[in-house]
């Protein structure tokens, strides 16, 4: 394992941040506190930490509407995301996008709604990243489910054709919505269709942090040295079900236990206990701050200036007079 | 200096020189460096294959990567071959290419022009002539535009790249294959969005004719004239931003608004036009607005249909009669 003992910790860190950043998310929800829905990515940790931590600040980020740990991987502040899911004036977007979360100064351009339109505005920044002659890397992150939408072909055929620095990184979490991944695919994995376009690929173990971080680095590697675009599948569950009010009566659960006994946190803070990194009590002690992180990020969201009026008409064209 | 060039020149020469002028300027689409229409022939001689970038054909993709790259630093000149097929990049273009840069506060103004070829008449059927432009007005945070000169067409395009706000440039195929031509200052120029432009004086009736159809116009007004009627035209050049100043100054002397489009009538930009009229400007009205579109028909293969199908000279003296 080349990942140092200090990086592990920042890691877990920031996995029990995610965590936690989700948990009180559906608590205000169940409390009445706020209406916006979520789509979590309890169990998903590993993946979403694991893609970004090899990600420079240059690089460039596109995340998914499922939980916030990639762009809290990508160095967004709970107080951030809060502002911004609270709708308020500070927050990054400036209250407009909420849950469509964008930020520049750390490379995030946006998320959409409409699934997998952003598969070739990966393509698009990577391009520009080419045509600049940086070193620039465009990470691409996405479900299973949005892999089958149309745009997947021309996204990944632009970029072999163009040989681009992107990487492609479909986090497999065995549902698509609210069915399974069976009723999507007659594949076990989406990663061989990237052969198709002669685009190197991996598929690993999402549930290994380790695992997760190093196969990332190992693909934007390849594609900072302008080998071109990379693809790595990562196998995950989905502890939570597609979105807040969603049952999940379809979910198997004793697959789910399954997949529960080898819960992300769960086995890095064991590799941690056991390299002596962290003591039980250090632990305790980090969870606890992690939460009041958290919870001072919510305070400070609620207590921040609503947008006005004159903020509806803000920001549509950077012309004047166009409105 | 104004030399006399065609409008498919004016456009090629507007993408050379912001090309030659702005190193993130850069083409792309489905052959562009063969260019089947030719606006942008010639060009990768000068700038390279890199920017002038040949696609696959894939219009939601390429628009999604043109939006790309404008987020990161490139100023995209997508062409969308005809508009017909930019219906497959609606995604792009009305979910999220207008919207960006409101949803993330500002951060990301999306500098990107996509050029689309509009019109029939061609002989090209129900597929590769409709003039679609209605079906954007509805997409917040797009600048449409319409030229129907070459003095336009080169002026707007140039407008269109160095805005930051994405602009949609509709491209009449009978002004780019008919070779029509004009006068185009060989000094660099713009012609900013939002101003119209009264191409014949007269005091009867207004009429707000879109692109192509403003010498349709023309041709009516001469018929017209033998009657002592005598209309004004306006090309309003933008569709969006629209320039309500220079159209309604004219019906505040006229009385009298005929709207002349291509595109079919329901929800048209003729109903955009009256619906202004009949709110804001209803008391400078002296008769009811008048449309001109085409029906809600697909367009027709057999050149006779087609020719029925089209909004032309004849239907706007009818129009025009019909309040004068």
Known sequence: ?323 | MARTLNFMQAINEAIAEEMRRDPSVFVLGEDVRVSPFGQTAGLVEEFGEERILNTPIAENAITGAAMGAAMNGMRPILELMFCDFSMLAMDQICNHLGQWRYITGGQYPLPLTIRTAVGAGMRMAYGHSQSLESQFIQAPGLILVEPSTPYDAKGLLKSAIRSDDPVVVFEHKKLIFGGVEGEVPEEDYTVPFGQAVVRKQGQDATVVAFGFMGYEALNAAQELAQDNIAIEIIDPRSIVPLDKDTIFESVEKTGRLIIVEEGRLRGGLGAEIAALACGDYFSLLKAPVQRVAAPMIPIPGSPVLEDLYLPNKDSIVRAVRRVC
């Open chain 1, 1 to 323: 394992m080349s990942l140092s003992n200090a990086k592990l910790l920042e890691l877990y860190r920031k996995m029990l941040l995610v965590r936690s950043m989700e948990e009180t998310h559906g608590k205000l929800l169940q409390e009445g506190k706020i209406q916006l829905m979520g789509h979590f990515g309890t169990g998903q940790e590993a993946v979403a930490i694991g893609v970004t931590g090899p990600l420079r600040p240059e690089d460039i980020l596109f995340g998914t509407h499922r939980g916030v740990g990639e762009f809290i991987g990508k160095g967004m502040t709970p107080k951030d995301i809060w502002l911004e899911y609270l709708g308020k004036k500070a927050g990054p977007c400036r209250g407009k996008g909420t849950l469509h979360l964008a930020d520049r100064k750390l490379n995030i351009p946006g998320l959409v709604s409409s699934l997998g339109a952003d598969f070739s505005m990966a393509v698009g920044t990577a391009l520009a990243s080419k045509m600049r002659r940086t070193d620039q890397v465009t990470l691409y992150y996405v479900g299973e489910g949005t892999c089958n939408q149309a745009d997947a072909h021309p996204s990944m055929c632009m970029a072999a054709l163009w040989k681009l620095p992107v990487v492609f990184a479909v986090c497999t979490n065995q549902f698509c919505e609210l069915s399974y991944m069976c009723d999507h695919y007659p594949t076990d994995d989406v990663a061989p269709r990237a052969a198709g376009y002669g685009i190197p690929y991996e598929v690993v173990d999402g549930q290994d942090i380790a695992v997760t971080y190093e196969a990332t680095e190992r693909a934007v590697a390849h594609a900072r040295r302008g080998q071109g675009p990379f693809l790595v599948e990562y196998k995950t569950f989905r502890m939570a079900t597609h979105f807040t009010g969603d049952p999940g009566h379809y979910v198997n659960p004793e697959e789910r236990e399954q997949w529960a006994a080898r819960d992300p946190i769960d086995l890095c803070r064991k590799k941690l206990l056991e390299a002596a990194v962290i003591t039980a009590d250090a632990d305790q002690k980090l969870r606890a701050e992690v939460q009041a992180e958290v919870d001072g990020a919510v305070r400070e969201g609620f207590a921040a200036a609503d947008p006005t009026v004159e903020d509806l008409f803000e920001d549509l064209y950077s012309g004047k007079g166009v409105l």
